[in-house]
């Protein structure tokens, strides 16, 4: 009943954020399910109360992603591109609209460099509290926010590059 429920409320907000991070949707769907079975394994060893939980949920989705990584980085392996991921039925010109603005931006996300994408990813796909997203990576309530005005400022440049081109 626990790992249901673990499931449940994990489930689409961890495909989410291996979706944002590659633009992959069978690989997402990989991941996640790569990352219930390591959290099974990894929440007997959890410190803190349940609060944590979603902190240390991600924790251990960001050290999948990272051994995805190592394990491409052997490998050359083609990206999905965002606007591949969307669902093509016919909308109306307003969600098509926002659908190419969300694939831009996170197209520029996946542009930054790895620790800013991180913050990036967490805060805001996945809306964590800037607290969590810290204690997610291991790092200094500090460092994340000048990652995030850091990062705020280069896909400003990078978003006014690409709209330029357009």
Known sequence: DAYEALVRRFESPLYRYFLASHGD?????????????D????????????????????????????????????????????????????????????????ARLIEAIRSLDQPTRDVFLLRFVEQLSVAEVAETLGEPIGTVKSRLHRGRRQLQEILQITSGLS
């Open 25 to 37: 949707p069978q690989l997402a769907g990989e991941q996640s399910a790569d990352c219930f079975s």
């Open 39 to 102: 959290l099974v394994e990894a929440l007997p060893k959890m410190s803190g109360g349940p609060e944590q939980l979603r902190s240390f949920v991600f924790a251990v989705a960001r050290n999948v992603l990272r051994r995805q990584w190592r394990r491409r980085s052997r490998g050359f392996a083609r990206l999905v591109s965002a606007a591949e991921a969307i669902d093509h039925w016919p909308a109306p010109d307003a969600v098509v609209e926002a659908a190419e603005e969300s």
